[in-house]
Nanobody, 121 residues
């Protein structure tokens, strides 16, 4: 089985920083594009950032200049460095990725279970 596991969430004061990690594990042949999403209480899940296998990055306007997405292809891991955090960044953060488990399979989309980020004084 393939799974994505997020870690690094927690409680932080406004202006602080957190670094989230997302590790893909199991029988993985290749990890293609990876994404971060978040869902705040009472709101729909929203896209935060994308990173391609070659390192191309895109960010939602709400986090641009404050968050940095990165990845370690050798270890099938993705990161989200979150700086200058605001109370409105409070949400469950989800990892999402396109993975395939063999050279002959197709890429399939997987979600992690989420990690809570709370920004509060």
């Amino acid at each position: 089985q393939v799974q994505l596991v997020e870690s690094g969430g927690g409680l932080v004061q406004p202006g602080g920083s957190l670094r989230l990690s997302c590790a893909a594990s199991g029988s993985i042949f290749s990890v293609n594009t990876m994404y971060w999403y978040r869902q705040a209480p009472g709101k729909e899940r929203e896209w935060v950032a994308t990173i391609t296998r070659s390192g191309g990055r895109n960010y939602a306007d709400s986090v641009k200049g404050r968050f940095t997405i990165s990845r370690d292809n050798a270890n099938n891991t993705m990161y989200l460095q979150m700086d200058s955090l605001k109370p409105e960044d409070t949400a469950i953060y989800y990892c999402n990725a396109d993975l395939k488990y063999s050279s002959g399979s197709y890429y399939m989309n997987y979600w992690g279970q989420g990690t809570q980020v709370t920004v509060s004084s």
